[in-house]
């Protein structure tokens, strides 16, 4: 198993530029999330999903759009990015009715 | 919505020593509390977690407890070795349903050799 891959590593954007932020599993889990780290602020949470076609709001939903076509993608979204969107952003998954989540490596963000 | 709060945020300790970073939480029914390890450029990886009906849990040099009734759980390593350095992030949950978590800012946890 990869377990929860995300791509790209690290991207640079200008301010106004969209992208999607890829999250895929291979474990078959049901949730999947999205966590921004920055410093100083722990994690919290962006969006996340129950299953297939089920997606709901976290703490800081503003400015990103999700997703879940599939059991094993969850893309983010940014429309327009702004440099208050730099940041670390992390996908984690795991299974309903089970808290353990497995995290991505990261997707390091810097909007100029 | 939960608030949790960790302390402290850098922590040196030498080889051999013991660590304890501490966390508070504000939602009483809030009963799932993880810790996470994360090394430099990787994600958090679970090390231990408790659930609100045990005081106390251990895995070999890791150990967390929890008080209810004052709302604050802490994680306690022995004997550290360097390979312990991370940041040590806490967090808590209203239980499977959702899965949302909430956490902690994190310590930087260093082991002096």
């Known amino acids: 198993n990869a377990g929860v891959t995300q791509t790209p590593k690290f991207q640079v954007l200008k301010t106004g530029q969209s992208m999607t932020l890829q999250c895929a599993q291979d474990?078959?889990?049901?949730?999947m999330s999205w966590y921004r780290q920055d410093p100083g602020m722990g994690l919290r949470l962006i969006h996340y999903?129950?299953?297939?076609?089920?997606?709901d709001q976290g703490e800081v939903p503003n400015g990103y759009n999700v997703s879940r076509s599939t059991t094993e993608d969850f893309p983010l979204r940014l429309l327009s990015a702004a440099p208050s969107q730099t940041s670390v952003y992390f996908c984690?998954?795991?299974?309903?009715?089970?808290?353990?989540?497995?995290f991505g490596p990261g997707t390091r963000l810097l909007v100029l | 919505g939960e608030n949790v709060e960790q302390h402290p945020s850098t922590l040196s300790v030498q080889e051999g020593d013991s660590a304890v970073i501490k966390c508070t939480y504000s939602?009483?029914?809030?009963?799932?509390f993880p810790w996470y390890k994360q090394e430099l450029g990787k994600g958090p990886q679970l090390i231990i977690d408790?659930?609100?009906?045990?005081g106390e849990k251990k895995d070999q040099r890791i150990a967390v407890t929890l008080n209810k009734t004052a709302k604050h759980f802490s994680l306690h390593i022995t004997e550290t070795q360097p390979e312990d350095s991370a940041v040590y992030f806490c967090?808590?949950?209203?239980?499977?349903?959702?899965?949302?978590?909430?956490f902690g800012t994190g310590t930087s946890l260093t082991v002096i050799p």
């Open positions: 999903s129950v299953g297939a076609g089920i997606t």
């Open positions: 408790i659930r609100s009906n045990v």
């Open positions: 984690a998954s795991s299974y309903v009715g089970q808290e353990t989540q497995y």
């Open positions: 939602d009483s029914a809030s009963n799932y």
């Open positions: 967090a808590a949950s209203l239980g499977p349903t959702g899965n949302q978590f909430y």
């Open positions: 474990m078959n889990h049901e949730y």
